[in-house]
Nanobody
Framework: QVQLVESGGGQVQAGGSLRLSCAAS????????MGWFRQAPGKEHEFVAT????????YYADSVKGRFTISRANAKNTAYLQMNSLKPEDTAVYYC????????????????????WGQGTQVTVSS
């Protein structure tokens, strides 16, 4: 049974930082690309960042580029999202997701291409 468990969410003031973690089990972590998505109240799921199986390639939404950094530690079956210079508009539930990929340098920013999802962690940024 595949499980993705997010942690590290919380409340922070604008300009602050948070680091989200996503611990994976029940799958071969090095065989999946990882992604982070978010959903703010009343809005649809929004792509945030993705990283390839071998960490060689990353891709970010324009709204977070230069502020957020996605990374992964395959030996720990864990993906991370370092969020700096947080803004109130970053407030959302953040979800990690795993996408089975054949190629080690492939990734996806398409929500429907992801196979497994975590339950989400709340991030609240106050002004």
């Amino acid at each position: 049974q595949v499980q993705l468990v997010e942690s590290g969410g919380g409340q922070v003031q604008a300009g602050g930082s948070l680091r989200l973690s996503c611990a994976a089990s029940g799958l071969t972590f090095s065989n999946v690309a990882m992604g982070w998505f978010r959903q703010a109240p009343g809005k649809e799921h929004e792509f945030v960042a993705t990283i390839s199986r071998n960490s060689g390639r990353t891709y970010y939404a324009d709204s977070v580029k230069g502020r957020f950094t996605i990374s992964r530690a395959n030996a720990k079956n864990t993906a991370y999202l370092q969020m700096n210079s947080l803004k109130p508009e970053d407030t959302a539930v953040y979800y990690c997701a795993a996408d089975r990929q054949y190629y080690s340098d492939a990734y996806s920013y398409i929500r429907d291409e992801y196979d497994y999802w975590g339950q989400g962690t709340q991030v609240t940024v106050s002004s």
